[in-house]
């Protein structure tokens, strides 16, 4: 069966950090682009990090450009979200998934999505 796990959420305070990790078994996470995604109450989910397969080559979204870096561990079948400078209007619930070919598909061509983890932000 295949299947991705979130983990790593949690309450912080503004400014702070977490890790969040993306688990993946049944497939092989480095044949496939591995986004992180987040939706907030009342909003669209949206792609704000993603980690392609061939070259490794990463994109982020706007707004955590500089806070957030993606990462990989092959022998740990893991991708990994650092968040640093949390801010509130990074809270969330945060997804991982995976696409065959390319971090540049839209969301909802993103396949085996996790549960989602809660990141909240707030003093």
Not at 51 to 78: E, L, P
Request: proline residues 3%; aromatic residues 12%.
């Amino acid at each position: 069966q295949l299947q991705l796990v979130e983990s790593g959420g949690g309450l912080v305070q503004p400014g702070g950090s977490l890790r969040l990790s993306c688990a993946a078994s049944g497939f092989t996470l480095d044949y496939y682009a591995i986004g992180w995604f987040r939706q907030a109450p009342g909003k669209e989910r949206e792609k704000i990090s993603c980690m392609n397969n061939n070259d490794g080559s990463t994109y982020y979204t706007d707004s955590v450009k500089g806070r957030f870096t993606i990462s990989r561990d092959a022998a740990k079948n893991t991708v990994y979200l650092q968040m640093n400078s949390l801010k509130p209007e990074d809270t969330a619930v945060y997804y991982c998934a995976a696409h065959a070919s390319s971090c540049t598909r839209p969301v909802g061509k993103f396949a085996y999505w996790g549960q989602g983890t809660q990141v909240t932000v707030s003093s």
